[in-house]
């Protein structure tokens, strides 16, 4: 059964930029959750999307918003974008929300220059 | 608020040995554990998920304990391969998936052949 799907897998923005990356969880599962992955701060929690609701969202400003369609794929957006945005952005299911494992994609590497 | 910590930073070992990763975290309040390798530039791979209400779990050559009280869980490697080198991240969560999973930094492994 495919995995968690991610794309792009990169991409290249400059500051001030808006970015949209899109994630398609496992078939069947309906939780997603957004990760972002910088070499400073390790991996840190973005939010979490279930029935298409947000269930709660990491120390994140504004600017870093999320969604979830009917199918269960989410997609994250990220406005005006700044140079420490960059950073490898995870995206994960699982079956339902609430302490499930979670299966990861591999991943949207986005640079900001 | 929750914070975990993984020893070593990095390790280097020759190929066949048995060895240890270390994970402790500050909060024992957690729904589980879950232990996960990245390879460079790609996205986490699930090794082995730990429910709070279990010791450890196995999955072949792996085995991951859980000692709640303590605030500790250990992954061990048998009779390691070079294959198996990579970076092994430790993550709990604390709020039943509503707060996301809180990483380590993680453990950089090298198995010299």
């Not at chain 1, 599962?29 to 070499?39: G, K």
């Not at chain 2, 309040?29 to 791979?45: C, H, M, S, V």
């Not at chain 2, 009280?69 to 990579?86: E, F, K, M, V």
């Amino acid at each position: 059964k495919a995995g968690v799907t991610q794309t792009p897998r990169y991409l290249i923005k400059t500051r001030g930029q808006q970015v949209t990356l899109s994630c398609s969880p496992i078939s069947g599962h309906r939780s997603v959750s957004w990760y972002q992955q910088t070499p400073g701060q390790g991996l840190q929690f973005l939010f979490e999307y279930f029935s298409e609701t947000q269930r709660n969202k990491g120390n994140f400003p504004g600017r870093f918003s999320g969604r979830q369609f009917s199918n269960s794929r989410s997609e994250m957006n990220v406005s005006t974008l700044e140079l420490g945005d960059s950073a490898l952005y995870l995206c994960a299911s699982s079956l339902v929300a609430g302490g499930w494992e979670l299966f990861f994609g591999e991943g949207s590497r986005l640079t900001v220059l | 608020k929750q914070e975990v910590t993984q020893i070593p930073a990095a390790l280097s070992v020759p190929e066949g040995e048995n060895l240890v990763l270390n994970c402790s975290f500050t909060d024992s309040a957690i729904y589980n554990l879950q232990w996960f390798r990245q390879d460079p530039g790609k996205g986490l791979t699930s090794l082995l998920l730990i429910q709070s209400s279990q010791r450890e779990q196995t999955s072949g050559r792996l085995n991951a304990s859980l000692d709640k009280s303590s605030g500790r869980s250990t992954l061990y490697i048998a009779a390691s391969q070079p294959g198996d080198s990579a970076t092994y991240l430790c993550a709990v969560d604390s709020g039943g998936g509503a707060d996301g999973l809180t990483f380590g930094k993680g453990t950089h492994l090298i198995i010299q052949p």
